[in-house]
């Protein structure tokens, strides 16, 4: 199993960027995928998910309204579009994978909102 994120980089405050996962190796439409992000010395946390149907998505306060989260099942790849990035949104941004017992990351993508 891969999950490979694309798409991070340097971005001024305000900017977009929108990351990709690119996923191999599973049953993707199974699975419920997520973003997470982990700043310097903090802890990973969950920014964004969604399930393999779909449907409602969810989002951290942090970045409702402004991060949307979507997925093609037939590509294997869920994006994450971020808009009026602020500083605060600097961090390695990860990819997950959960469906029953398996657990699957990327390696990270690293995002720097700064001016």
């Known amino acids: 199993v891969q999950l490979v994120e694309s798409g991070g980089g340097l971005v001024q405050p305000g900017g977009s960027l929108r990351l990709s996962c690119a996923a191999s190796?599973?049953?993707?439409?199974?699975?419920?995928m997520s973003w997470y992000r982990q700043a310097p010395g903090e802890e990973r946390e969950l920014v964004s998910g969604?399930?393999?149907?779909?449907?409602?998505?969810y989002y951290a306060h942090p970045v409702k309204g402004r991060f949307t989260i979507t997925r093609d099942n037939a590509k294997k790849t869920v994006y994450l579009q971020m808009n009026s990035l602020k500083p605060e949104d600097t961090a390695v941004y990860y990819c997950?994978?959960?469906?029953?017992?398996?657990?699957?990351w990327g390696q990270g993508t690293r995002v720097t909102v700064s001016s």
């Open positions: 997950n994978a959960k469906w029953a017992e398996r657990d699957y």
């Open positions: 190796g599973l049953a993707f439409s199974r699975y419920y």
């Open positions: 969604l399930a393999d149907t779909g449907g409602w998505p």
